[in-house]
């Protein structure tokens, strides 16, 4: 059995971090689980929400800001004090903590056709890239993703999480 931790140890640091991260793989997690959206200027970062809002102390749309922009706000206050000025980090810095042992699965959001072809494609690269390939995991709940995904970069794994489990997929099909 294998454990991961839901966007790094996100029940104590602020979620999507790199501190959640490596806190989560620090406390035992055989990997971590991070959601990953595409900049304005098409850099991968670590966000589970279309907007900023909720994690940060900035306003907006991830789609709509540049990673510079994004990298000036604050993505550890909204968790307290003691997490303050913990940056919004880059799928690349998330990857660069990965060991040999680590796993990282890549949750993949809704995004345009276009824009879910420029994010297969920067990922691509930092697939490329990366020390551990093999230890990247893509999912999504939408199988043409994976599918597509799988497609285009050839050394990593995947895995469909369907909405409500394996139920969710009895139910579709």
Do not use: C
């Not at 140890?9 to 971090?17: D, I, K, L, M, Q």
């Not at 993949?108 to 276009?114: A, H, Q, Y």
């Amino acid at each position: 059995m294998e454990i991961f931790a839901n966007r790094g140890f996100s029940a104590v640091y602020p979620e999507n971090t790199l501190l959640a991260l490596s806190q989560a793989v620090r406390a035992g997690a055989h990997g971590v689980q991070v959601d990953i959206r595409l900049t304005r200027d098409e850099e991968i970062i670590l966000m589970r929400d279309r907007s900023v809002d909720r994690t940060t102390d900035g306003t907006g749309n991830v789609d709509q800001l540049t990673l510079a922009e994004i990298q000036r706000l604050d993505a550890g206050v909204w968790k307290g004090i003691a997490y303050e000025n913990e940056p919004v980090p880059t799928l690349a810095a998330a990857l660069n903590l990965l060991n040999e042992k680590t796993k990282i699965v890549l949750v993949f959001k809704p995004e345009s056709p276009e824009r879910f072809e420029a994010l297969i494609k920067r990922l691509d690269e930092l697939v490329l890239q990366s020390r551990y390939p093999k230890n990247i995991i893509v999912a999504s709940k939408a199988f043409r993703q994976i599918s597509l995904a799988k497609s285009r970069i050839e050394k990593v794994s995947s895995a469909l999480m369907p909405e409500k489990g394996i139920k969710g997929i009895l139910t579709r099909h």
